[in-house]
């Protein structure tokens, strides 16, 4: 007997052992990268804040635009990693190509409707979110440029999450390291007119922007067509899509991309009535949404690393290995979450100490970084089960049902009681839109416990 649980002990020690070893060898790359991203973003962001409280608004507005593309680029190359990590953790290597291709070919169709009105009627765009004309003026200078990176950020997110989920890691984040030193750089030389350059404002942050883009996709694709790699398609590959899987991958990944659609969609209403409050609240939401999305780079890489291994575990047939490990994920993001939130609210005044904006701008900066800490349990929760865990399993159908109740019945109408009918200071704004964020944390922990999110959805390809 001894002898027996002595064995299972060590049988169960092994298995911690390999989670922990694959977790960090996903999570900590991804999270690096993202740590990268919004801290240079973060930067950047400071850097437009020298400009003033209608310069950070202006970006911020017209970043709504990217902020919806980039959801739905994210949403195509979650469906694409939902496919590959379960084929690959089944070993059917062969399928790999056809979805890439698939994807490749719906990514950049996206892309260019974003990019035809950001670059032709930019202030006609940027109208549906401010009433405020320099505000438009300002922001049609940033948009119109940076529409050209649209159509470069398409390819790069769909090969990224395909080299991810096969594995390799390193070289979306050595690219991505590259493009975010270049932005920075650039963004520097370019907003304030340094080494003979002149001085550009918000349309120099943009092109930096491109360049940025620009350079990305470029060492990208040189290291993955210069290496015998699984997803280097080519040109018949794009021409060679089988239906099946055409039908196939949105009934599952159309679900999915809706899903962030509806989610990305509403939470750029939130903006639209940000503006309402005033030019203040949105350059104030515009300064903590840089600085929260730092706080939340570990949950990428959690997120990323659950997509991945509980996938893996499906298409591999062990459904039970995949409930447990997706149980583990659940607590590493809540231990995570309760750190993070209390080191968010004693770095305040430190974040905050470099923009040149008003007083006003800095006070509600200061409170919803408060909030958001307070929210970040509940947030995080939710956002791992849904991007990490339902869509480990194809569970996409019921994440759409649940961002619908919980961005359109539940967050936008209490965005537009609270700041339209009651007019009540922006951080109560934000607290009630958040009380979404709670609903979609209980609804998805019930979901986990159900099992129903558990489906193979390569089976047959």
């Not at 593309?69 to 990693?81: A, R, T």
């Not at 939902?82 to 059917?92: A, D, E, T």
């Not at 395909?162 to 050595?174: C, D, E, K, M, Q």
């Not at 979450?337 to 005044?349: F, H, Y």
């Amino acid at each position: 007997m001894q002898q027996k649980t002595n064995s299972g002990s060590e049988h169960r020690l092994s298995t911690d052992r390999e989670f922990y070893k694959i977790f960090f060898s996903i999570a900590i790359p991804v999270a690096i990268q993202n740590f990268l991203s919004s801290s240079l973003n973060l930067t950047n962001n400071m850097l437009v804040g020298q400009l003033g409280d209608a310069s950070v608004a202006a970006v911020g507005l017209a970043n709504q635009v990217f902020f919806i593309l980039n959801v739905i680029l994210l949403g195509i190359g979650g469906g694409v990693s939902v496919y590959i990590s379960q084929l690959w953790g089944s070993r059917n290597i062969a399928p790999i190509k056809k979805v890439v291709s698939l994807s490749l070919f719906i990514t950049m169709s996206v892309a260019f409707m974003f990019f035809l009105p950001s670059f032709l009627i930019p202030r006609s765009v940027l109208a549906l979110f401010s009433k405020d004309t320099s505000v438009i003026v300002l922001g049609s200078q940033y948009l119109k440029p940076i529409s050209f990176s649209f159509l470069l950020m398409a390819p790069s997110v769909c090969f990224s999450s395909a080299l991810r989920s096969t594995g390799n890691v390193r070289l979306p984040l050595i690219t991505n390291i590259i493009s975010l030193l270049v932005n920075t750089a650039l963004n520097y030389i370019l907003i304030f007119g340094k080494l003979g350059f002149p001085a550009m404002g918000v349309s120099g942050s943009a092109i930096a922007t491109v360049v940025a883009r620009l350079t990305e996709i470029t060492i990208l694709l040189a290291a993955i067509y210069s290496g015998d790699r699984v997803i280097s398609v080519k040109l018949r590959d794009l021409l060679n899509i089988p239906a099946d899987l055409v039908k196939r991958f949105f009934s599952t990944s159309g679900e999915l991309i809706t899903k962030d659609v509806i989610w990305a969609v509403g939470t750029s209403i939130y903006m639209i009535v940000y503006a309402q409050i005033g030019t203040e609240a949105v350059a104030s939401m515009n300064i903590i949404s840089t600085i929260k999305n730092l706080a939340y780079v570990l949950f990428g890489g959690v997120s990323n690393a659950c997509l991945i291994m509980v996938g893996n575990k499906i298409g591999a047939g062990d459904d039970k290995t995949a409930y447990k490990y997706a149980g583990r994920f659940l607590k590493i993001t809540l231990v995570l979450s309760g750190i993070l939130g209390l080191l968010l609210v004693l770095v305040r005044p430190l974040v905050l100490s470099p923009y040149k904006v008003s007083p006003l701008v800095l006070d509600n900066a200061y409170r919803l970084l408060l909030a958001s800490a307070i929210m970040m349990p509940a947030t995080s929760f939710a956002s791992v089960s849904i991007v990490g865990i339902m869509r480990s399993g194809g569970d996409i159908r019921y994440t759409i049902v649940l961002d619908l109740i919980a961005v359109w019945f539940i967050g936008l109408p209490l965005a537009w009681l609270g700041g339209i009918i009651l007019q009540l200071d922006i951080v109560w704004v934000f607290l009630m839109i958040s009380l979404q964020e709670v609903f979609k944390a209980i609804f998805s922990f019930r979901r986990y416990k159900s099992r129903k999110w558990i489906n193979n959805v390569v089976c047959g390809i």
